[in-house]
């Protein structure tokens, strides 16, 4: 069961929310009681969405092992949509789980999931650097970080609220897999 009501948007907060993303999600929603905080947060989301120098594909592909690693389905199922747009396979996605014994992967790709999975774990040592320095520069890097810390918080979140699934969403397939 949901935690915090949904809130109603501030005018300005709301058309900057509508502006970017169009009807803001249940995510949000709960947020909203927190003006200044979904406020930063949607900023800092947008940053990653789309002012970054990464393929989106492959931060998406970040945020979609995120999920599974922590077990949000309502993560899994947002970006699940948005992986498939920006140019994630669907072989990808179904082998997402065992992204290292894989051939669906490459070395970039491989090392952004290695990544992501140290930051979700919360210790990113010096070998999975060195992998992550060997594919990306420190610009790179820093923004894959940030990424994988940002989306990890994501799952946090939507487990410390309860966020309900929004309606929209439907059926989706895959379903969350195992990790």
């Known amino acids: 069961m949901q935690r915090v009501p949904f809130a109603e948007f501030e005018p300005v907060l709301l058309a900057r929310l509508q502006a970017l993303w169009g009807t803001p999600v249940n995510l949000y929603r709960a947020l909203g009681n927190n003006p200044k905080m979904v406020a930063a947060w949607t900023e800092f989301a947008q ?32 970006h699940l949509r948005m992986a498939r747009k920006a140019g994630v396979r669907e072989a990808q996605i179904e082998q997402l789980a065992a992204w290292r014994t894989s051939q669906e992967f490459d070395a970039r790709e491989r090392a952004a999931l290695e990544l992501t999975e140290a930051v979700t774990a919360g210790k990113v040592g010096d070998a999975v650097w060195a992998i992550g320095k060997a594919q990306f520069s420190d610009n790179e890097l820093v923004e894959l970080v940030m990424t994988a810390s940002f989306y990890c918080m994501v799952g946090r979140v939507l487990d410390a609220l309860q966020v309900e699934m929004d309606p929209d969403i439907g059926e989706y397939s895959p379903r969350l897999p195992g990790r």
Do not use: K, N, V
């Open 47 to 78: 940053a990653i969405r789309a002012d970054s120098q990464t393929p989106r594909a492959l931060r998406e592909l970040m945020i979609l092992r995120s999920g599974q690693l922590q077990d949000s389905e309502y993560e899994w199922a947002q």
